[in-house]
């Protein structure tokens, strides 16, 4: 590990945890990565399939709950530590970074309520789980329904409309039916859901309420795995909800919270998402500078051609840049409140942008063998390439940042108190 890293208040404490976790990203998530990718989705999540061991071995280290706080059995890290252990991530495979980072949605969002009988139920066995048997998911997606959901402020938002998965109140219980579309990360393999649903039809979008749901009530089922250009390794699936009874515990925010509720998701996610994307601008970056020292044409390296190393120098500027604008999204939204949506999303459209760039200049600096797969960059291509529709498409995400700056309207900071972390 010898990419420098500019911030010097980084304690022994937080460089061993990095090392830690970039030996665990070149030794473990890169070859499970590399394997899953070549393989078709319904292998990835065959019995025997790497991608089980690779859980097995992030769970009997912690890594499946460094989101969550050492009050509920968690990793309990610091922002910092955080994007320091997130970036390693998605420097081995930005596809089993997400499937590793959804698992804990449940457990999260229950340890989030403060409410000690789900925390009982969701969020303890999962901390105390080492064989990464208990995974989440999070079914927000609909198969007619994607950018409408995140469309707040937009003129649709709040219209009459009826989705295409809906929850009916009867009595003290919720009925669920319908579908979640085929881009449910981890869906395939999910034992919990962390569901957002419509409840009221005539508030359109903003009518949804969010249910975290274990998946083995009856009724529950999946579809099969998406094939999809990258992130192999990341399985999707869409989720089938046929008269579903769920208790009302189980609904933890309705309407009334939901907008709200969700500008603290996405603030936090993209923020993720950015610092995973700053993990893929730098392998690229990496494979490239070693390629340039070792590939000989001209009669001399390549790293020798000063044009070479201009364009060496672009993919190491994007990556500090990718790096600043996602700690920054980070340790604002861990800090303080997850409410500060407009930064990480700042952070998720330039970050996803920028790695995109530095995998296509990879495969260009390695001329013919970029576009092999014997080389790292072509897969760090196709994952980087759905980064940018990933977590909200890009342009949605920027439509909806650039309300936040002339709108003012009730914001998670102003109003929730932030407990992981
Ligand atoms: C790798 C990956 C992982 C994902 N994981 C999950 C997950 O775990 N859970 C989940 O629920 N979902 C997940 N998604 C779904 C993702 O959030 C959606 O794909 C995304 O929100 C876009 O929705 P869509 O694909 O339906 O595109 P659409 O919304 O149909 O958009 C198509 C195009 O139209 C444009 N567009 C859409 N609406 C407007 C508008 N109002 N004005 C102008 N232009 C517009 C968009 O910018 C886009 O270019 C994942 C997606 C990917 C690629």
Known sequence: MDYFDVNLDLTEEDLALKAAANQFAREVIRPTA??????????????????FDFLRKSYELGYHKMLLPEAVGGMGLTPLQTHVLMEEMGYGSFGLAVQLAVCSFVPYTAA??????LIKEFTVPYCECTDGSLRSCWGGTEPDHGSDNIGMGEDFFTQPIRTNCVAKRDGDDWVINGQKAAWVSGGTISTHCQLHIQTDPDMGFAGFSIFLIPMDLPGCSKGKPLNKIGQRDLNQGELFFEDVRVSD??????????????????????????????????AAYEEALTYCKERVQGGRVLAEHYSIKQRIFEMFSRVETCRALSRAAINLNMRIAPGFAEYSM????????LCLENASDAIQLLGGNGLS?????????????????EDGNNEILARRGGHMLFESYPRPRDTIPFIPG
């Open 112 to 117: 989030f309520t403060g409410n000690e009988e």
């Open 373 to 389: 797969k014997e080389y790292l960059p072509e897969k760090l291509f196709r994952d980087a390439r759905a980064t940018l529709i």
């Open 34 to 51: 590399k394997a899953l990718d070549e393989m078709t989705p319904e292998e990835v999540i065959a019995d025997g399939s790497p991608l």
């Open 249 to 282: 515990k189980y609904r933890i925010i309705g309407p009334d919270m939901y907008p709200m509720m969700e500008d603290g998701i996405l603030a936090l996610a993209n923020a993720w998402m950015a610092t995973w994307a700053t993990g893929l601008a730098r």
């Open 346 to 353: 700042a952070a998720k459209t330039t970050a996803t942008r």
